[in-house]
């Protein structure tokens, strides 16, 4: 089992950046395939990006490729998501997943953090 808690949440302006952070709990976090999601208001929740256990491998949605970077630091325990060039439509909370197998769908993904809210102003 992992816990999970999301920070560097915020308010930032259209075209400004953030990086979301993950920590994860345990001595078994590289075992974990990790992905982040995100949930707006009056729509489903929706995947982000996915990275493999050791990093090597990583996908995103075409909503968000070429602007966000999804990366890990087994050695810290901890995922990372850069977000550059944000639009008002990123706007949502922000969960990080983690799983022992790839996913692109939240029910592939068996633990969750509590979310972090980035909101994108125009």
């Known amino acids: 089992q992992v816990q999970l808690v999301e920070s560097g949440g915020g308010l930032v302006q259209a075209g400004g950046s953030l990086r979301l952070s993950c920590a994860a709990s345990?001595?078994?976090?590289?075992?974990?395939?990790m992905g982040w999601f995100r949930h707006a208001p009056g729509k489903e929740r929706e995947f982000v990006a996915a990275?493999?256990?050791?990093?090597?491998?990583?996908y995103y949605a075409d909503s968000v490729k070429g602007r966000f970077t999804i990366s890990r630091d087994n050695a810290k325990n901890t995922m990372y998501l850069q977000m550059n060039s944000l639009k008002p439509e990123d706007t949502a909370v922000y969960y990080c997943?983690?799983?022992?197998?790839?996913?692109?769908?939240?029910?592939?993904?068996?633990?969750w953090g509590q979310g972090t809210q980035v909101t994108v102003s125009s």
């Open positions: 345990g001595r078994t976090f590289s075992s974990y395939f």
């Open positions: 990275i493999s256990w050791n990093g090597d491998n990583s």
């Open positions: 997943a983690a799983n022992h197998a790839y996913g692109r769908r939240w029910i592939d993904y068996a633990y």
